[in-house]
């Protein structure tokens, strides 16, 4: 019988990716809250398991060798499942590379970039508007690159992949990211094919209750947890 995996997680973009393929493969885990408005990410025994202070993580008690293995950043546990379960991922190397591509992508813009957009037009706790302009500027930048690639192939590596499961999420809240869907048509439709995915709204829902409505009026304990200085070893 498979051991569980325990995923450490919060219903954030980067959570989510991991918590849709966990659905998409029906692989047995456990969800361990980390609250990161709460500085769980700075528990000792947290980073022992993602050093970088960052969720989500896993821990696999049935690693490659058959011993528990530990794996942080979301886009090397995407890599890690599709290997264990060979789904997600293709094999030839032209696809994969393909996939593994735009799995990049997300991880070095659309989640960066994005992220950025997001917390100077909602989070900042006052108006940058160079800051505002600069990240909208380049979250319209990523869009046009996304409805182009879409424009060519049903899915970002053709097939739906890790890639699709690790960007659909970050385009959840465009909103917040001064983006209309409507102006991006053929990444509109990718974004209702895949969020009609009975896998990835599963995924979607899970820690629906630990989410927190957070805006710049935020509470200041919680401010400096996420956006502060705090570091390993320091207060």
Known sequence: M?????LYYWPTPNGWKISIFLEEVELPYNVVPVDITAGDQFKPEYLEISP??????????????GEPISVFESGAILIYLSEKTGQFLPQLPRERYLTL???MFQMGFVGPMLGQAHHF???????IPYAITRYTDEATRLYIVMDERLSE???????????????YPWLFQHE????????????????????????????????????????????????????????????
């Open 2 to 6: 498979t051991r569980p995996i325990e």
């Open 52 to 65: 970088n202070n960052k969720m989500p993580a896993i821990v696999d008690p049935e690693g490659p060798d």
């Open 101 to 103: 591509q735009w799995l």
């Open 121 to 127: 037009r909602k989070y900042a706790n006052e108006e």
């Open 153 to 167: 192939a049903e899915y970002f590596a053709g097939e739906y992949s890790i890639a699709d499961m690790a960007i």
């Open 176 to 235: 917040d990211q001064g983006q209309k869907m409507e102006d991006y048509p053929n990444l509109e439709r990718w974004f209702e094919r895949v969020g009609s995915r009975p896998a990835v709204q599963r995924g979607m829902d899970v820690g629906a209750d630990l989410r927190r409505t957070l805006d710049r009026g935020m509470d200041e304990r919680i401010r400096e947890t996420l956006f502060g200085n705090r570091r390993r070893g320091r207060k």
